[in-house]
């Protein structure tokens, strides 16, 4: 399984950015996703996640409201959606997908829960 994150760039504050993440193989309505996020120097936190189905999803508190998490199985991409961006969301955004028995409501809320990660996309935004 491959992800590839992309869709970063150089936004200036209160702008919006629209993520993809599409994976490969045909396994995907399998994986519960998640997206993260690391700055320079920071550790690695997590943004948002979606269940298998799409049907439940749950967000970071410095992101909810102003950020909306999707996907399409038939098209093995996903998505995250960000308005209103910060200076402090600049960071090297990564999906990851690992397996989930739960259809509807599962969700994999850690880091170490996900199997397979992109290469990252590159979000700046400048005040």
């Known amino acids: 399984v491959q992800l590839q994150a992309s869709g970063g760039g150089l936004v200036q504050a209160g702008g919006s950015l629209r993520l993809s993440c599409a994976v490969s193989?045909?396994?995907?309505?399998?994986?519960?996703l998640g997206w993260f996020r690391q700055a320079p120097g920071q550790e690695r936190d997590a943004v948002a996640f979606?269940?298998?189905?799409?049907?439940?999803?749950r967000y970071a508190d410095s992101v909810e409201g102003r950020s909306t998490v999707s996907r399409d199985n038939a098209k093995n991409t996903a998505w995250l959606e960000m308005n209103n961006l910060k200076p402090e969301d600049s960071a090297i955004y990564y999906c990851?997908?690992?397996?989930?028995?739960?259809?509807?409501?599962?969700?994999?809320?850690?880091?170490?829960?996900?199997?397979?990660w992109g290469q990252g996309t590159q979000v700046t935004v400048s005040s």
């Open positions: 193989g045909n396994s995907f309505k399998n994986y519960a």
């Open positions: 979606i269940s298998r189905s799409g049907m439940s999803t």
């Open positions: 990851a997908v690992g397996f989930h028995s739960s259809l509807n409501y599962g969700l994999l809320t850690t880091a170490r829960q996900y199997r397979y």
